[in-house]
């Protein structure tokens, strides 16, 4: 044990997670530590990152964040949910929602009777029993008091960041401008003793939050931190991104494509689309991917194509010593289910649950070490599924991902699924069944019997209750304004571009 008190916390980085870290921090624990954050000007950050999942609210309540101001300065749209096209196979798509269809009894999920409606030839789609996966499909959207819908927000990264800079400093965080250059370990444990900064400066601390991004200076570089390399099961590991003009008012959800070795996403906000390719390079050249992706996009491109270049994994241990990586230092999964913010708000609700109220012990680490990687993996499981399950084989990139072994957990689970229709969500899994569902039938992975109560009803009465559903979530649709008007209403950008028009249901 180190014998340290943790009073001074220094967060190196100011991208998204840094400034999450931050606001987080200062919120809850403000009055009683000294928390730096340092930045540089001059090292860009990655730039990407503008979609988010629901439990981002989460983050937002405790940060006090006014929802209307806060969408308003980041130019902000909402999202219901991801459209994945071509993914199933070509031509095929489907919408994981944040929604939930229709409604579950205490015995099984309502999956099991839409089944067995399905094979009893009376349903349509599984999304046509679900609110939000309808209003995505109509471009529809309302914040509605109680019975609301379950959404999240596409945002602008670098607004995002420089909006929650604003709440932190008031609340006690000290920014500092510099280049970290080295970082300097106690001789006697190996703990950070200091960072030291291009012009000369040196911050010292008791507890250093590693937010470099890829760089990983402190938690990688200096500690020297191992990395569980996930491409065999998620092997894209380059991006390349634009920014481009708008050429319809925002949808509520976020595009992703599938080619042939890679997707697309599509992330519409106020005032532009911000645009990518994820590819595998061992599938795909760079000139390949430039091409593909400039001319598969709908508006002009306003930035410079941005290369990134990635590997999917994630750290040994994100806490080691009194250095704990948050972001994209701590590892990256892929962009797929928007999962990275949602993972740095885990990391700092970790951090803040397990803050040493004295000095550092190792129990605390390991338990806080187990306790984030057992989220991650189960993350992990979810975004290989997409891959896995899908009856693609027009590329060497998809039949690699359809024939490849996969993680025990997840081999379970689709079997599980394939033959009964059960699924379960685990303690501290992030995705519930209702996602785990969605994705599963829509990749193409039916299974082949409802649950046994089903057979309980008979037509009459299993009809009468799968139209009843379909019938409460058209009249709630049919309350809800286009997207682009409520947000116009809500909560427009001062920066959105004026006089766009506004398509009609
Ligand atoms: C292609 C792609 C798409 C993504 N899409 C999504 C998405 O849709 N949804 C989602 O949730 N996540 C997404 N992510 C992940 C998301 O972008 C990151 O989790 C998020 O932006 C946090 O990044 P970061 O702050 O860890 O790193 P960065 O943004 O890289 O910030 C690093 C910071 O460290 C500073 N820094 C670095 N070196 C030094 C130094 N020597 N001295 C001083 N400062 C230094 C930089 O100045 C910067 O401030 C995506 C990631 C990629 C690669």
């Known amino acids: 044990m180190n014998n340290q008190q943790v009073k001074k916390v220094v967060i190196a980085g100011g991208g998204t997670a840094g400034w999450i870290t931050a606001a987080l921090l200062s919120r809850v624990m403000g ?6 954050l340092i930045e540089s000007d001059s090292i860009p950050t990655v730039g990407v990152g503008e979609a988010t999942i629901p439990p981002l ?22 999202k219901l949910g991801i459209a994945f096209e071509n993914w199933h ?44 996966h309808l209003a995505a499909r109509q471009n529809k959207f309302a914040v509605l008091p109680r019975t609301g ?11 995002y960041a420089g909006y929650l800079r604003k709440l932190s400093e008031p609340w006690g965080v000290k920014r500092h401008e510099g280049e970290i250059t080295s970082v300097k ?45 996930w491409s065999h099961w998620l092997p894209c590991d380059r991006a390349l991104a634009v920014q ?11 595009r992703s494509i599938a080619h042939g070795s890679g997707w697309q996403w599509r992330i519409p906000l106020q005032h532009r689309v911000g645009n990518g390719l994820v590819y595998s390079s061992g599938y795909m050249g760079d000139d390949e991917a430039h091409s593909l992706l400039l001319g598969n996009l709908e508006g002009k491109p306003i930035t410079e194509p941005k290369p990134i270049r990635f590997r ?28 990275s913010i949602h993972l740095i708000q885990r990391a700092v609700h970790y951090l803040i649950k397990f803050f040493p109220a004295d000095t550092i012990r190792q129990l605390d680490i390991d338990e806080y070490n187990r306790q984030l990687s057992t989220e991650i993996e189960y993350i992990r499981d979810f975004i290989i599924l997409h891959y896995k399950v899908t009856e693609r084989n027009d590329t060497d990139f998809w039949n690699y991902c359809r024939t490849m072994s996969v993680p025990d957990s997840l081999a379970s689970r689709i079997e599980l699924f394939k033959e009964t229709g059960r699924i379960f969500k685990h303690g501290l899994e992030l995705f519930g069944e209702e996602s785990w569902i969605q994705v599963m039938i829509g990749q193409g992975l039916m299974p082949k019997l409802p649950h046994a109560v089903t057979s309980e009803m008979n037509d009459d009465e299993l009809s009468n209750f799968l139209s009843g559903i379909k019938e409460k979530v058209n009249k709630d649709l049919a309350s809800l304004p ?4 409520f947000i116009n209403y809500y909560c427009r950008s001062a920066t959105a571009k004026s006089g766009m028009s506004t398509d009609k249901a």
């Open 31 to 36: 009055k009683t530590l000294d928390i730096t």
């Open 57 to 78: 609210q989460t983050l937002h309540d405790i940060l006090g964040i006014d929802e209307k101001a806060f969408m308003a300065a980041t130019n902000a749209t909402f």
């Open 89 to 132: 196979n070509v031509g095929l798509d489907y919408i994981h929602s944040f929604g939930f269809a229709g409604r579950d009894s205490w015995v099984c999920k309502f999956f099991n009777y839409w089944l067995a409606g399905k094979q009893r030839g009376m349903v349509t789609e599984y999304g046509d029993y679900c609110t939000e």
């Open 149 to 159: 819908l379950n959404y999240a927000y596409h945002f602008d990264a670098g607004l």
């Open 185 to 229: 370990l106690r001789e006697s444990d190996g703990f950070i003793e200091s960072l030291q900064l291009a012009r000369g400066e040196v911050i010292e601390g008791d507890l250093f939050i590693d937010c470099t991004g890829f760089r990983a200076l402190l938690i990688g570089d200096a500690l020297g931190t191992g990395y569980k390399d």
């Open 244 to 254: 481009t003009e708008s050429v319809a008012p925002p949808i509520p959800y976020t």
């Open 312 to 339: 999917t994994g994630t750290r040994t241990h994100h806490w080691q010593k009194n250095c704990i990586a948050v972001g994209l230092s701590s590892g990256f999964l892929e962009p797929l289910e928007s999962t």
């Open 482 to 485: 286009i997207h682009s008007d």
